[in-house]
Structures are given as structure tokens and as C-alpha cells.
């Protein structure tokens, strides 16, 4: 076993041990076993009366029924070591998807990490649960018949011993040899289903662009690479499986004559001669059962590598080692914020200063690149700046821990993501304990009551996968309902009105006017005219605060705001104007 399976084996190593013990014992009822049919045989050959006879072979029967029940309870403890693998392993990859996963400077594909949550997990279980007890019970059970072996006959013992030992130094230089090859096949696996999964996500898009044909051809060669890697795995496991076979089957072969050799010459008496041949068959059964999980080990030593990797990834944003306390005053401060995204050369926030006051309504307007959404994730604590500090309540966000950060701003994005489900169960995504009346006033805050009441089966109407059932419109006001319900002081509103049509407009602009007074809101808008009221807006341009005031006071200044104003309202219907300010 590697460092690195050791140390993911911690919680589960009591439960592999039961599990290999359950093995040893096996192999005892098997040894019992061949002891009683020696005897008999011996006795057989030796013209003894049946009478003599009975006694062994009625053992003979008790051990089979014993091994019967005792490999239904081994084979039930490695199911439990499987469960417990399984468990163990998702709830701590799935905690830490959810913590590196939130950070959007994160590049890890979906696909690859779906496949390290799936194809990975199941090899790590079948390592612990099979690998790794039969391991344990060839080392134990194996060795105990091969000393059982050497009290009948040391020489066969010994030849039995080094055949036992080419085994498992044959799989170390073949797993030292092909290891590489089983990592890049477990890598292609999850290429090939990031790839996948984002052909299904853009169906739709590829059919637009005619660009299906190709997607599927590329699809198609790294199905195809995929196989030849495959394949070429199992070649090699069934070459190794043919090499690993001829020294089982040679060692028995030559145990079996050089013992026979021995009876021969009157050095062993007919029972030891039997109870030798048997017992090397079974310590060599031990190792066939060892073989016969090779591939698994294979698999596992690929499979923990992205494992581990995923484990040992650092957030964007780490836990504090001693949390502050929630501050009771809940209004935001960016000092001085400087923030560049990884792979960047110039900061997309540099040198930020402004305030939200409890209650109070600021927008955030500006150019596309000016560092809108950098901003949103700053107060999100998606990021951590590399300047400066974000505070709440005067507190520094990095010094708060990330749930209590989310327990207090939720945030409405320009892509909202509604979960497989109904509308009820997306609502009560973040407060699942909310009444009834409290989730009809989230409605009616973000103007779903009507929709909603024209629905057959109103809250309890599915949304379809991603909300796919509904219009884009339709799925940021349950997102404004969600964060309404969530109930935190803050909300950050990241281009909520982006991509619908002007009905949806209206009433996501309409939600935002109901929310006013009763939360902090940083509202992020690409067309002016929805944050004209705001209290204050925040003017960015290429990273940097340019302007802040209201709308009255910024259009007499004829600054950049004034500028996208009036270039705005002289344009209204042009793309370009759209795609500038987006």
C-alpha cells in the first residue's frame, strides 16, 4: 500500500482488518479441511474399515458447512468495508468540491471532478474492501498453512514459500511498469466526460452553429483513444494474469512432485504426502484470490492520485485558524481593495474604496472588463483581495468563517442556477424551515405571486434540470425570491437582469424596489435606467472607482456615466451599445 492509500485508509483500517480476518479464517476452515480428507485418503489407502473412516470425514463436513457460513459473513464484511469506503470518501470530496469548487479562479472541469466523485470512489472501495483484506489473509492465512507445510515436510514448504514469493514481487514490477499507463487511462476517462458533459450542456448551441457534426467527431476519436487505452490495460493485465498463472501452477507442480519424490523414497508417510499437496493447493489458493484482485490495486493506486489531489486543493478563500464572532452591525466597507485574477496582468480592482450602509441601495454600473463581478465575488468571499480588506460589520471577511459570510450576504448571479425539483424546494434552499407565509411573501416580493397561481400545481411545479422548464426571466425571480427568504442583511445582485426579455425587466426591477430599505443591496446592472434610483452608484472603469453618486449628480458631471447615459438612450436599440455595457 502507498503513503497515499495509507493515509486515506485511516478511518476504515479497523473495519479491513475484521474484514481480513474473516479471511484467515476461511483459509482455517480450509486447512481443517484438507487435514480431514488427508486422513481419510490415507486411511482409504491403507485398507482401513469405513468405521475408522467416519470420524474424519464427518469433521470433513462440519468444516465445509462452517466455511460456507464464514465466507457469507467475510464476503458481508466486505460489503460493510465497501459502504463505509463509499461514504467516507464522497463526504469528504464532496466538502471539499463544494469549498475549492466556489472559487471562481478555479479551473477544474465538472466532468473530471464528476469522474474523481464516481469512477475513482468505486476503485478506492473495491481497493479497501477486497484488495487490501485479501492481501491480509494471504500474508496471515498463507503463511500459516506454509508453516503448517514445513511441521510435514520443510523442503516443500520452502520450494512453496519462494514460489509464493515471485507472485506478489512479479505484480510489484508490473504495477511499477504500467502504473503510468493505468493514471493516463483513469485521465482520458475524465477528459473524455468533461467533454461529454459539455456537449450535452451546449446541445442546443452546437445545433444552432451546425457544429454538431464535428462535436461528434471529436467525441468519437477520444471514444476511440479511450478504447485503445483501455485495451491496452487489459492486455497487460491478462499477460501479467498468464505469468502469475504458470508460477502458481508450477509451484504446486513442483511441491507436488518433490513431495511425491520424497513418499517415494519413505521419507513421508501417505498422509503426510496428501496433507502437503493439499495444503500447498490452498496456500496457493490464497494467492490465486490475492490475483484475482490485481486489477484492483491497479485501479486504486490510479484512482487515488486525483483523489488526493483534490483533497490537498486549497480554496480561494481558506478558513481562518481562530474565526472572529458575527459582528451585530451588518453594513460592508471596501478598504483600499486590490484584486488580480490568477493568470491576469492587470488588476481587475485596483485601489477600491467605498461603503453600504445597513438599508441602503448602491449600484455598481461600468464598462465590460471594469471589474463589476470581481467586485460581487470579493463581497461574496468567492476571492480574497490581494490589497485592501472587505469587511462586514468591520470585521474582515477573511476573518470570519466562510458559512458565517454566507449566513449573512446571499447573492442573485446573471446566470441563477435553479437545482433539479420543484419551485417550493429551490425556494427553501436556503431557509428550509421558512413558513408558508413567509415563502407566499418571497413571491410576492419578487413577483411570482400571479405566475404562480396560473401553475396547475403552483409551488410544487417542477423546474426541469437547471429550471430548463422555465424562462430566464422566470428563474432570477426565484433566485430574488430564494435570497429574500435566505433572509440575510445583505444581497448582492450580479447582473440579475441581464439576458431577458423587457416583461421580466420590469418585474426583476420591480423585486429590487420591494427589497429597498429592507436589505443592503449591491446591485450590479448593465443597463442604467433599472439603477437610476439607486442611492448611490459606483462608477468602475478598468478596475479603478472613477465616479460615485447618484444619477442626478453623475449625469451634471459629464463623466463616463453621463457618457453611457446618453450612448445608451441614443442607441437604445443597438447591439453594440448592449454588448459594451454587458
Known amino acids: 500500500m502507498t503513503p497515499v492509500l495509507w493515509r486515506l485508509s485511516r478511518p476504515l483500517r479497523p473495519s479491513i482488518l475484521l474484514a481480513a480476518f474473516g479471511q484467515v479464517v476461511v483459509t482455517a476452515c480450509h486447512v481443517g479441511q484438507a487435514l480431514c480428507l488427508a486422513s481419510a485418503l490415507a486411511g482409504l489407502f491403507a485398507d482401513q474399515p469405513l468405521s475408522e473412516l467416519w470420524w474424519p470425514l464427518s469433521v470433513f463436513f462440519v468444516f465445509t458447512w462452517l466455511r460456507i457460513v464464514l465466507m457469507g459473513l467475510s464476503e458481508a464484511l466486505a460489503m460493510r468495508v465497501a459502504g463505509l469506503a463509499r461514504h467516507y470518501l464522497r463526504q469528504r470530496l464532496i466538502g471539499q468540491v463544494l469549498r475549492v469548487a466556489a472559487d471562481p479562479a478555479s479551473d477544474r472541469d465538472s466532468g473530471e471532478l464528476s469522474t474523481t466523485l464516481v469512477q475513482s470512489v468505486e476503485a478506492l472501495q473495491a481497493y479497501y474492501s477486497r484488495y487490501v483484506p485479501a492481501v491480509l489473509g494471504a500474508v496471515f492465512g ?70 454538431q457534426t464535428r462535436r461528434r467527431q471529436v467525441l468519437s476519436q477520444q471514444a476511440r483513444d479511450l478504447r485503445e487505452q483501455a485495451m491496452g490495460v487489459l492486455y497487460a493485465i491478462l499477460m501479467r494474469n498468464g505469468a502469475t498463472g504458470l508460477l502458481s501452477l508450477g509451484g504446486l507442480a513442483l511441491v507436488t512432485a518433490l513431495s511425491a519424490q520424497r513418499a517415494v523414497a519413505g521419507e513421508l508417510s501417505p498422509f503426510a504426502l496428501l496433507a502437503v499437496v493439499l495444503l500447498a493447493r490452498e496456500a496457493f489458493g490464497t494467492l490465486e484470490k490475492l490475483d484475482k484482485t490485481f486489477h484492483i490495486a491497479w485501479s486504486g493506486n490510479a484512482a487515488a492520485a486525483p483523489v488526493i489531489r483534490l483533497l490537498d486543493a486549497i480554496p480561494g478563500v481558506p478558513e481562518p485558524i481562530e474565526a472572529r464572532a458575527l459582528p451585530t452591525h451588518h453594513g460592508v466597507a471596501f478598504d483600499s481593495v486590490s484584486y488580480t485574477w490568477p493568470g491576469g496582468c492587470e488588476p481587475a480592482l485596483h485601489n477600491v474604496n467605498f ?124 433566485a430574488i425570491a430564494r435570497a429574500w427568504l435566505k433572509n440575510t442583511p445583505v444581497m448582492v445582485l450580479d447582473e440579475a437582469t441581464a439576458n431577458v426579455d423587457v416583461a421580466s425587466e420590469t418585474h426583476i426591477g420591480e423585486a429590487i424596489e420591494r427589497l429597498r430599505g429592507q436589505r443592503s443591496l449591491l446591485v450590479i446592472a448593465h443597463r442604467l435606467a433599472n439603477v437610476r434610483n439607486a442611492d448611490r452608484i459606483l462608477v468602475l472603469d478598468r478596475g479603478r472607482l472613477v465616479e460615485i453618486g447618484d444619477h442626478h449628480n453623475l449625469l451634471t458631471r459629464n463623466g463616463l456615466y453621463a457618457r453611457l447615459w446618453n450612448r445608451q438612450h441614443a442607441h437604445e436599440a443597438s447591439p453594440q451599445t448592449e454588448e459594451e455595457l454587458i
Open 142 to 211: 498463507g503463511g500459516g498453512v506454509l508453516l503448517l507445510m514445513a511441521y510435514f515436510d520443510s523442503r516443500s514448504a520452502l520450494v512453496a514459500a519462494l514460489a509464493a514469493l515471485a507472485l506478489p514481487f512479479t505484480d510489484r514490477l508490473w504495477l511499477r511498469w504500467r502504473r503510468a499507463s493505468a493514471g493516463g487511462l483513469f485521465a482520458s476517462m475524465g477528459r473524455f466526460s468533461a467533454y461529454l458533459l459539455d456537449s450535452l450542456r451546449g446541445v442546443t448551441t452546437l445545433k444552432a452553429f451546425n457544429a
Open 355 to 478: 461603503t453600504l450602509e445597513p438599508g441602503e441601495f448602491v449600484a455598481v454600473v461600468g464598462p465590460s472588463g471594469a471589474g463589476k463581478s470581481t467586485l460581487a465575488a470579493l463581497l461574496m468571499r468567492f476571492v480574497a483581495p490581494d490589497c485592501g480588506r472587505v469587511s462586514l460589520g468591520g470585521v474582515d471577511l477573511r476573518d470570519l468563517r466562510v458559512n458565517d459570510v454566507y449566513e449573512n450576504v446571499s447573492g442573485v448571479f446573471q446566470h441563477s442556477v435553479l437545482l433539479h425539483g420543484s419551485i417550493e424546494e429551490n425556494l427553501r434552499m436556503g431557509a428550509p424551515q421558512a413558513s408558508d407565509e413567509d415563502l407566499a411573501e418571497a413571491c410576492r416580493v419578487a413577483s411570482l405571486e400571479s405566475w404562480i397561481s396560473s401553475l396547475e400545481k403552483g409551488v410544487a411545479t417542477a423546474v426541469g434540470e437547471g429550471g430548463a422548464r422555465l424562462s430566464g426571466g422566470q428563474r432570477q425571480r426565484i
